[in-house]
């Protein structure tokens, strides 16, 4: 085969598989959320557009809340105050 004719098919076939992949809907979706996490960063969320999926239900993670909470606890004990002190007064037997 001669070597433009090499070229040739190599150009082509490159053609043919940008095709293939501009007509992805998965490539556009992958941009897509790419740019918006992008956009995000940049200039921040915007207040007037609706939650995206699983962001109103996403959970804090278990394990900074507890590691907070641990090092206040361990903080409270430190300085001599309980976080949760006993009531001063007993209510009255009945």
Same mark, same amino acid.
Request: hydrophobic share 30%.
């Given at each position: 085969?001669?070597?433009?004719?090499?070229?040739?098919?190599?150009?082509?076939? @490159?053609?043919?598989?940008?095709?293939?992949?501009?007509?992805?809907?998965?490539?556009?979706?992958? +941009?897509?959320?790419?740019?918006?996490? +992008?956009?995000?960063?940049?200039?921040?969320?915007?207040?007037?557009?609706?939650?995206?999926?699983?962001?109103?239900?996403?959970?804090?993670?278990?394990?900074?809340?507890?590691?907070?909470?641990?090092?206040?606890?361990?903080?409270?004990?430190?300085?001599?105050?309980?976080?949760?002190?006993?009531? @001063?007064?007993?209510?009255?037997?009945?």
């Amino acid at each position: 085969m001669a070597p433009w004719a090499r070229i040739f098919w190599a150009y082509w076939l @490159t053609i043919e598989i940008s095709h293939a992949l501009l007509r992805s809907p998965t490539f556009h979706h992958g +941009v897509r959320r790419i740019h918006r996490t +992008v956009q995000d960063i940049r200039y921040g969320r915007n207040p007037h557009e609706p939650l995206r999926q699983g962001e109103a239900t996403a959970e804090p993670s278990k394990t900074q809340s507890f590691l907070k909470y641990f090092i206040e606890e361990l903080r409270n004990q430190a300085r001599g105050k309980p976080t949760n002190p006993p009531p @001063t007064k007993l209510p009255p037997k009945t």
